[in-house]
């Protein structure tokens, strides 16, 4: 069976560390508006609280699928505990309809990248260059069984350069994102046990997931039901079995991520990551994320 075949097309004919690169690179960019005071201020200007991320984080991730219910929610969100998401939805919509959190969105991502990226960055052709390869690659992104990236596909691009970055890189990630969660499924990992396993292999601390909303007691079955199968220890480290396990898992989400990559071909692709080197370096240099991320990148 080729890798075509078992994970989607064109996973063979791009290179998995290039999948893994382009994912390492856009995720900043897509990222930063979750923490940046400006999207706090638009979320604000909407009516939520913003004491802490989660009203706002909801809204915006969420917006894109319409005014859903909590179920619909935590089935494309997988990792938060069903708990924590019906807190937040559908609670998120009364306070503003999907419409109105998806354009204070463009606004949010618009003053974000003005004030955190600098003029030099969107204003120069390397941004613009960037902006019409990344849309390219995310068009081409299949979206059959994928509802968040479905979801972004449907919405309106911007003209401006730095605002279709931004919808190209969320879009891309939240294809490779519900392609992990295949992945995942494939490899019987509920959704507790999918960050218990990611942190039996060091991706991060168990303390970085606990945004996730789950209790003490489901961390601990989830780790019991792992130890069971032989995939993690009795401290919580990964077994030899475990760490191969979720090694195949990004095996398999690099290959389901591969699509867009292909279609846009490797020399454009390569460009692509040259052209975002100035970008991220602005993202990651702004001090507004995190040092140390549920997504493990850095360490995976």
Do not use: C
């Not at 959190?101 to 960037?130: C, F, I, Q, S």
């Not at 046990?193 to 060091?202: I, N, P, Y």
């Not at 077994?239 to 290959?255: I, M, P, W």
């Amino acid at each position: 069976m080729t890798a075509e075949n078992a994970y989607g097309s064109g996973a063979d004919s791009v290179e998995p560390g290039q999948v893994r690169r382009l994912w390492h690179l856009l995720e900043p960019l897509h990222a930063l508006h979750y923490y940046a005071p400006e999207a706090f201020e638009e979320a604000a200007a909407l009516g939520y609280d913003v004491e802490e991320r989660w009203p706002s984080y909801f809204a915006w991730r969420a917006a894109a699928l319409g005014p859903v219910g909590a179920e619909r929610v935590a089935s494309a969100f997988y990792s938060f505990s069903p708990d924590k998401v019906a807190r937040h939805v559908p609670a998120v919509w009364r306070t503003a309809a999907p419409a109105d959190v998806l354009a204070a969105r463009l606004r949010a991502v618009d003053r974000t990248y003005r004030v955190h990226l600098g003029a030099d960055v969107l204003e120069g052709p390397a941004l613009a260059e960037a902006a019409v390869l990344a849309r390219r690659a995310a068009e081409a992104a299949g979206t059959a069984g994928r509802p968040l990236a479905a979801a972004h596909a449907e919405l309106p691009w911007s003209d401006v350069p730095h605002l279709a970055l931004w919808q190209a890189a969320t879009l891309l990630r939240e294809h490779r994102g519900d392609g992990h969660l295949a992945a995942l499924m494939a490899a019987g990992l509920d959704p507790v046990e999918s960050l218990v396993s990611f942190a039996a292999v060091g991706a991060a601390a168990e303390e970085t997931f606990a945004g996730r909303g789950w209790s003490g007691e489901q961390w601990s079955a989830a780790r019991d039901r792992l130890a069971a199968r032989g995939l993690v220890h009795p401290d919580g480290t990964a077994t030899d079995a475990g760490r191969a396990l979720r090694a195949e898992v990004e095996r398999r989400t690099d290959a389901l991520a591969a699509g867009p990559w292909a279609a846009l071909g490797p020399e454009a692709t390569g460009r692509l990551a040259e052209l975002l080197g100035g970008p991220w370096l602005a993202a990651v240099g702004s001090g507004l994320l995190p040092s140390e991320n549920t997504l493990g990148i850095g360490r995976i």
